[in-house]
T-cell receptor, first 113, second 112 residues
Framework: DTAVSQTPKYLVTQMGNDKSIKCEQN?????MYWYKQDSKKFLKIMFS???????INETVPNRFSPKSPDKAHLNLHINSLELGDSAVYFC????????????FGQGTRLTVV | GDSVTQMEGPVTLSEEAFLTINCTYT??????LFWYVQYPGEGLQLLLK?????DKGSNKGFEATYRKETTSFHLEKGSVQVSDSAVYFC???????????FGKGTTLSVSS
């Protein structure tokens, strides 16, 4: 069983569209994250949820909205997609806070055309 | 604020060569330190970690020692293999301990 799974793996869409990326973890972890990796491989935290409560909301356009229906799921919805949103988005989870080991999903490569 | 600085890549080595990837950090206190590896087309996975000063983390022939005097956590491997080709990230928790801060990553390419 995949510990952290996200879908889809690839997403190609046009500017202006709305899209969602789903993430599920079966590790029983309390904390989940969304990270963005740009074309130069630089990784930056976007959001963090602990037990369904938003902990971190970095400087991210409000077109990005995370939703955590339960502590095993953290979905990312993006409105009005822009070319600059093209990146790889990683979901991750950790047992407790962010100072412990994080387990990552395989990533979703988003391409906005 | 807290930060991580990694040596710029790419690093290109022949099989069985010695590897060092430098990592230095700026942090308040003595946070845990991590090395993550990202193989092509995959997510990140933890390679090794150290939770306090002078600890040595090791895994798959890689090792790194937490040096508080030099605020460093350099990654080393005595003999690299082609299968070690990947991007390596040094990381530490942010000051609030709510997420990880990653270095910019170092791409390693090993040829046979």
């Amino acid at each position: 069983d995949t510990a952290v799974s996200q879908t889809p793996k690839y997403l190609v869409t046009q500017m202006g569209n709305d899209k969602s990326i789903k993430c599920e973890q079966n590790l029983g972890h309390d904390t989940m994250y969304w990270y963005k990796q740009d074309s130069k491989k630089f990784l930056k935290i976007m959001f963090s949820y602990n037990n369904k409560e938003l902990i971190i909301n970095e400087t991210v356009p409000n077109r990005f909205s995370p939703k955590s229906p339960d502590k095993a799921h953290l979905n990312l919805h993006i409105n009005s997609l822009e070319l600059g949103d093209s990146a790889v988005y990683f979901c991750a989870s950790s047992q407790d806070r962010g100072d412990t080991e994080a387990f990552f999903g395989q990533g979703t490569r988003l391409t906005v055309v | 604020g807290d930060s991580v600085t990694q040596m710029e890549g790419p690093v290109t080595l022949s099989e069985e060569a010695f590897l060092t990837i430098n990592c230095t950090y700026t942090a308040t206190g003595y946070p845990s330190l991590f090395w993550y590896v990202q193989y092509p087309g995959e997510g990140l996975q933890l390679l090794l970690k150290a939770t306090k000063a002078d600890d040595k983390g090791s895994n798959k022939g890689f090792e790194a020692t937490y040096r508080k005097e030099t605020t460093s956590f350099h990654l080393e491997k005595g003999s690299v293999q082609v299968s070690d080709s990947a991007v390596y990230f040094c990381a530490l928790p942010n000051q609030a301990g709510t997420a990880l801060i990653f270095g910019k990553g170092t791409t390693l390419s090993v040829s046979s």
